[in-house]
């Protein structure tokens, strides 16, 4: 749930606040894979293991847009979060051991921000902000060697503008994201090993830039109808932060 308000403490300030909360739970079965030889089909081979996961994850937040003057407001926020994970695995086979992950998530997440408003049709803002992010438990049940992950956080400055001009709109954000035990599916090394594991990663950086442009035609046709023409281009450049063991890209994409 959700709740909007408006108050007027000296300045007017549009707090919004709210929770969610999610709880489910599920039960499998993981069977071994017969590989085909020489360009066969694979089948399914004998069973593995049982499998026995509950998640439990609960959010609160609250934000206030504070405006200061005609043409300037902040942004304050916090978010709290706590999640629980039980993860089980229990192995047909005797000689293998079971695993049995159960962990607590606690984390605080407060974000600060500044929009200056030059006029009424477009605006600058920026932003300062926290994420804590749980390890869901498909992650945690990949985990190298079934060891309990971290919670991933992160520190994220945002910068970008939006606005519109006639029948062009535009939104335009660059971001740079320092980031501590960032959860990720890798190869295990020495690389190349060819074993592939969850696990967190010691530091990472996500930069980019997400760019969002659009127009409305009139068109006229059948009175007031128009035609809306939408693009959208992202760039993302993800790396390790001094990784002796991975090197220092995790991927590129625009």
Same mark, same amino acid.
């Given at each position: ?38 360009? /066969?089909?694979?089948? +399914?081979?004998?069973?593995?293991? #049982?499998?026995?996961?509950? @998640? %439990? *994850? ?21 978010? /709290?979060?706590?999640? +629980?994970?039980?993860?089980?695995? #229990?192995?047909?086979?005797? @000689? %293998? *051991? ?37 390890? %869901? ?118």
């Amino acid at each position: 749930f959700s709740h909007e308000l408006t108050a007027d403490l000296g300045v007017p300030n549009h707090i919004r606040w709210g929770a969610l909360a999610s709880s489910g739970t599920s039960d499998g079965q993981r069977f071994n894979v017969n590989f085909a030889q020489g360009g /066969g089909t694979s089948n +399914k081979g004998a069973l593995r293991s #049982n499998t026995d996961d509950d @998640a %439990t *994850t609960v959010e609160v937040f609250v934000h206030d847009q504070i405006e200061v003057t005609e043409q300037v407001d902040v942004a304050l926020g916090l978010q /709290g979060v706590y999640a +629980k994970r039980l993860t089980q695995e #229990n192995f047909i086979n005797p @000689a %293998t *051991t079971d695993t049995n992950v159960k962990e607590d998530y606690y984390g605080l997440s407060p974000k600060v921000g500044l929009i200056w408003k030059p006029s009424e049709h477009w605006q600058l803002f920026t932003n300062l902000s926290r994420s804590y992010e749980p390890p %869901t438990n498909i992650e945690l049940e990949s985990a190298l060697n079934s060891a309990a992950l971290e919670a991933q956080k992160s520190t994220t400055f945002e910068v970008g503008t939006r606005g519109q001009k006639s029948i062009f709109a535009w939104d335009l954000s660059v971001y740079y994201a320092d980031i501590d035990d960032e959860i990720l599916f890798q190869e295990r090394p020495p690389i190349p090993s060819g074993q592939f594991d969850t696990d967190n990663a010691d530091k990472t950086v996500h930069k980019g830039i997400e760019l969002g442009l659009s127009a409305d035609v009139p068109l006229g046709i059948f009175g007031k109808d128009q035609l809306s023409i939408k693009s959208v281009y992202t760039y993302s450049d993800f790396s390790f932060k001094n990784d002796d063991s991975f090197g220092d890209k995790i991927g590129r994409a625009s």
